[in-house]
């Protein structure tokens, strides 16, 4: 069995609050408890205890969020504006080195993997 929320469709055991998080790319822990906050569901209120109403109201609170496609969408045009203007971080992207300052002497392989001309397929 699953809940069906934001077109995904999660665990209907999972708390509410680790579904929205595991679930739904761009919602963390802290941004799932904003959420229900805001709805008003209980905070350790399971999946398959949502009513159809919060149901709504969470697909209609997501839908105002940069999460899925878009966000996305937003990560790799940024990514893409780095590299055009040639800053330093866009140069780091470009060759698949580490970003963010982290060290390259042995470790660099996660950056490697990662740090290629698509990140995120959409």
Do not use: W
């Not at 999660?10 to 408890?33: M, S, W």
């Not at 971080?89 to 698949?96: K, W």
């Amino acid at each position: 069995m699953a809940v069906i929320v934001f077109g995904k469709a999660i665990k209907h055991n999972a708390p509410v609050r680790i579904g929205l998080a595991k679930g739904i790319f761009g919602i963390g822990y802290h941004t799932a408890e904003r959420l229900m906050a805001k709805v008003g569901i209980y905070p350790n209120c399971r999946m398959n205890q949502l009513t159809e109403p919060q149901i709504m109201d969470l697909n209609r609170e997501i839908s105002n969020l940069l999460v899925e496609g878009h966000l996305k969408q937003k990560m790799n045009d940024d990514i893409a504006l780095k590299r055009s203007t040639g800053s330093y971080a866009g140069f780091r992207h470009m060759y698949g080195f580490p970003v963010r300052g982290q060290n390259t002497k042995t470790n660099g392989y996660t950056a490697r993997r990662l740090n290629k001309l698509e990140r995120f397929r959409v």
